[in-house]
C-alpha cells in the first residue's frame, strides 16, 4: 500500500534536516535525535493513565495495562502520535484495548503546537518534548529494549516515520496509520543504524500492539 505523497514529503525533509545537520568532526547532537533509552526504573509504575506532568496545558499520557503493571517484567513500548489538531486522550482510547490485550505499554506525548513541529517546518520543540516524554516513562517503567515502535495517524504518521527512522538505534517498529484506526499504512521492523534506519522486512497487521509485541 503506496505512502501518500504529504507524508512522503513531510519523512523527504525531516530527514534531509537529519542529514544535513551532521557536521564533520563537530561534537553537536544531530537534529531528531532522542537520547532517552531504557534504564532500571525509579518511580511506581501504576496500572492505567498517569498524566506525567511535563505540561499542564499540553502534557503527555502514560497507559499501563493492568497485566503489566503487575508482573513488573519488562514490557513492549509504543509511542502514539496524534493528528493534527488531535489530543492524547482521544488516542488513548483508540488504542488501549489493543494495548491491554497484547499487554503494550502506551505514551501519547501532545505536540506544542496543533502539529508536529516538522509539519510546520523543522524540527525542534516536539523532538524535545518526545524525548522528555520516555525519559519520564523510562524512569517509570521496566521497558523490553527489543519491542519499542512509534505510531502515529494522519500527521503523527508522518511524524512517526521521520522519529522513527532518524533514531533506529531506539525504535524497533515504525507503524503509520490512515484513517482507520485497525489499518495501517505502513509498518516496518527498522535497523539499529540511527542515521539511515534501513528496513529489515515489512509487515502488514490489523493491530498495530500486535506488530510491536510479537515481531
Same mark, same amino acid.
Given at each position: 500500500?503506496?505512502?501518500?505523497?504529504?507524508?512522503?514529503?513531510?519523512?523527504?525533509?525531516?530527514?534531509?534536516?537529519?542529514?544535513?545537520?551532521?557536521? %564533520?568532526? /563537530?561534537? +553537536?547532537r544531530? &537534529?531528531?535525535? #532522542?537520547?532517552? @533509552?531504557p534504564?532500571?526504573? =525509579?518511580?511506581?509504575?501504576?496500572?492505567?493513565?498517569?498524566?506525567?506532568?511535563?505540561?499542564?496545558?499540553?502534557?503527555?499520557?502514560?497507559?499501563?495495562?493492568?497485566?503489566?503493571?503487575?508482573?513488573?517484567?519488562?514490557?513492549?513500548?509504543?509511542?502514539?502520535?496524534?493528528?493534527?489538531?488531535?489530543?492524547?486522550?482521544?488516542?488513548?482510547?483508540?488504542?488501549? %484495548?489493543? /494495548?491491554? +490485550?497484547?499487554? &503494550?505499554?502506551? #505514551?501519547?506525548? @501532545?505536540?506544542?503546537?496543533? =502539529?508536529?513541529d516538522?509539519?510546520?517546518?523543522?524540527?525542534?520543540?516536539?523532538?524535545?518534548?518526545?524525548?522528555?516524554?520516555?525519559?519520564?516513562?523510562?524512569?517509570?517503567?521496566?521497558?523490553?529494549?527489543?519491542?519499542?515502535?512509534?505510531?502515529?495517524?494522519?500527521?503523527?504518521?508522518?511524524?512517526?516515520?521521520?522519529?522513527?527512522?532518524?533514531?533506529?538505534d531506539?525504535?524497533?517498529?515504525?507503524?503509520?496509520?490512515?484513517?482507520?484506526?485497525? @489499518?495501517i499504512?505502513?509498518?516496518?521492523n527498522?535497523?539499529?543504524?540511527?542515521?539511515?534506519?534501513t528496513?529489515k522486512?515489512?509487515?502488514?497487521?490489523?493491530?498495530?500492539?500486535?506488530?510491536?509485541?510479537?515481531?
Amino acid at each position: 500500500m503506496s505512502i501518500p505523497s504529504r507524508i512522503r514529503s513531510v519523512v523527504f525533509f525531516g530527514l534531509l534536516a537529519v542529514a544535513c545537520s551532521a557536521v %564533520p568532526d /563537530a561534537p +553537536a547532537r544531530r &537534529v531528531g535525535a #532522542l537520547s532517552a @533509552r531504557p534504564h532500571a526504573p =525509579t518511580l511506581p509504575c501504576p496500572a492505567g493513565f498517569t498524566a506525567l506532568g511535563l505540561d499542564a496545558a499540553r502534557g503527555a499520557v502514560l497507559y499501563v495495562p493492568q497485566g503489566v503493571a503487575s508482573s513488573g517484567a519488562p514490557a513492549p513500548l509504543l509511542v502514539f502520535l496524534h493528528g493534527a489538531g488531535g489530543n492524547p486522550a482521544r488516542g488513548l482510547e483508540r488504542m488501549r %484495548p489493543l /494495548a491491554d +490485550a497484547k499487554g &503494550v505499554i502506551l #505514551l501519547v506525548p @501532545r505536540s506544542r503546537g496543533d =502539529t508536529w513541529d516538522a509539519i510546520r517546518g523543522s524540527l525542534g520543540p516536539d523532538v524535545a518534548f518526545v524525548d522528555r516524554s520516555l525519559d519520564a516513562t523510562f524512569d517509570r517503567c521496566a521497558v523490553d529494549a527489543s519491542h519499542i515502535g512509534v505510531s502515529g495517524f494522519s500527521d503523527g504518521a508522518s511524524y512517526a516515520l521521520t522519529l522513527g527512522i532518524a533514531n533506529g538505534d531506539l525504535f524497533t517498529h515504525v507503524v503509520a496509520q490512515d484513517s482507520s484506526p485497525c @489499518r495501517i499504512r505502513s509498518a516496518a521492523n527498522v535497523s539499529g543504524s540511527s542515521i539511515d534506519g534501513t528496513v529489515k522486512h515489512t509487515t502488514m497487521s490489523p493491530e498495530i500492539c500486535a506488530v510491536v509485541a510479537t515481531s
